[in-house]
């Protein structure tokens, strides 16, 4: 009985526990050719494809913890390759840990800085 009561009072302390995200309506990544050493920031909307090099990158949404916008950032992003059409991403990228989760390319980075409202 104990145990029991012990593991429904971890089980409740983890669910309070969760932390709220809004979502907002566009991103801001930064882009990076190693051989050129160009670098760009930009913003994406939901949706929207943008194309840098042979790159393609599509915001389908972004996240940040409530009431602090500039916290963290959450993106879920989908990185192509324009040529091939190969996809050479998918997933959440997070700003505060971008090795996390990270786009595996031989020349090119991409990354999310923060979550935009346009």
Known sequence: M??????????????????RASV????????????????????ISIGEIVTLGPIEMHLQECRYPEDELSLDAFALLTVNDARS??????????????????????RYDVWVLRCKTL
């Open 2 to 19: 104990i145990r029991l009561l012990a593991l429904m009072l971890c089980l409740t302390a983890t669910f309070g526990s969760a932390q």
């Open 24 to 43: 907002t309506s566009a991103a801001e990544l930064r882009w990076l050719d190693r051989t050129t050493g160009d670098l760009q920031t930009f913003i």
């Open 85 to 106: 059409k190969e996809k050479l991403f998918e997933g959440w990228m997070v700003a505060s840990s971008p090795a996390l989760n990270a786009l595996e390319h031989p």
